[in-house]
């Protein structure tokens, strides 16, 4: 007797997760006996193969593998190494993120904007799914692009965003179009922000090595003149068009919009509080530049405010409602990329693929080499890590190829805000660590967005700079 088809499809697809294991062990076994590289470095690529592979199948979540990847670097080098990502700011950040998601969330800040925004839709939007959430989903990615500007680190922008369009979505009868309204703005003020100097921290990485390895600095008007109008507003506008695409309401979609309001006049005080801790925040986050503190320091004030009594908005016990479990998933992302750095596997394999290339390269050859190579090793490590092992090697590259640098940065840095799977990046991560999608639809997305910049953006942005370099 056969079961049902709906319960046999579950099954099968479990069986195939789970037959990820074995073949993650595999994997790891054949590399380690196998590689052209031997010792340690052999080692260290057998345990991100490993890791790679379960988090790719997800047979159970990304943080389980994450903490497997933390004890077998443990096992197979050293503690220190192991625990590293523990230490990393960005780790740090994400954290304090989910505290500043339960803050904006519970104090009715969220909502606030909610209403806000539903309050100025168009005529007819108020019975039509379809018409408010296309009006939505442009009004939201609009403001997202601009927080570009206002806010330096992207994962702080996510972390911001993050509880706000849950709290819009949720207006919807179905959950479809709210995760297009999730998606589609963090992918913009994610993705966009590679048009923009201080909207990427890997833009930052990226021209201060420029600079202090060969003494060439790029501006942020200059920035923004050749990389602003494709790859920001350009790759907003395409990234839009694909979460209408992907998640337009279904004909029976109904949008409520007299959901139950919030007390307003009770809240109103927790509201305005919220509101002006946010604004410090941004503050400490818009100055970088003059205090030089990490954005991490931002999120740490906005938090302490938000949770101190007295003065807080939300009480201090609901720090228990957050769910940290991605703090693993982090560590064993930064842990490899170090490992990885350590045993001077990155450096090997950058140089290999640019040595591949003939001396007297021509720029249309070399500018697709360099996106080949950053996406090669951020399969490997995290982007932000690629930046800082890359440049340098890319820098030595075209000044004795005799290549213009500005556009090799500026391509380098646009292929290091392309990614296809979470691991590849902490901005990711952090999206995941807002527990309203699960990773195989953050893949799908990621995956969509990346290829209409690999496919119809990018050779556009190359054929800019060979024609104007």
Known sequence: ???????????????????????????AGLVAVYAPVAGDMARML?????????????????????LIGVGLIGVGFSTDLALVGFRSPATWLVLLGILLGEAIGQSG????????????????????????YRYLLVALSAAALGLVVLVPSSLVRVLILGPILISVGGSFSERRPGLGLFLGPLFVTYYAGTGVLTGSLANIIITGLLEANAGVSIGWVEWAVWLGPVMGVGRAVAITAIAYVLYRPRPDTTIDLDGEPADEDAAAADVRRMLLYMLLGVAIWATDA??????????????????????????????????????????????????????????LAARAILESLPGDASLLLVLPAVILAAMALAFLMEGLAVASVLTPVLVSFAESAGLPLVPVAMIEAVALNTYFLPYQSAVLVGILGLNYVGSRELIKMATLCSLATLLVLMPVQVA??????
């Not at 499809?9 to 994997?27: F, H, K, M």
């Not at 969220?110 to 018409?131: N, Y």
């Open 1 to 27: 007797m056969t079961g049902e088809p709906g319960v046999t499809r579950s099954l099968r697809s479990v069986d195939r997760e789970w037959l990820s294991i074995p073949v993650a062990l595999l994997v």
């Open 46 to 66: 057998a345990i991100t193969l490993f890791c790679i592979v379960l988090w790719v199948a997800s047979p159970f979540d990304p943080w389980l593998t994450g």
């Open 109 to 132: 800040l969220a909502s606030v904007v909610e209403r806000r925004a539903i309050d100025v839709l168009p005529r007819g939007a108020a019975t039509d799914a379809t018409v408010a």
């Open 290 to 347: 003059i205090h030089g503190l990490h954005p991490l320091y931002g999120a740490l004030v906005v938090s302490v405010l938000a949770f101190a009594p007295r003065i807080g908005v939300v009480s201090p016990e609901s720090v228990s409602d957050g769910d940290f479990s991605i703090v693993f998933f982090l560590g064993a992302i930064f842990a490899i990329a170090e490992g990885l750095r350590r045993t001077e596997f990155t450096d």
């Open 464 to 469: 800019i700079f060979v024609v104007a370099f």
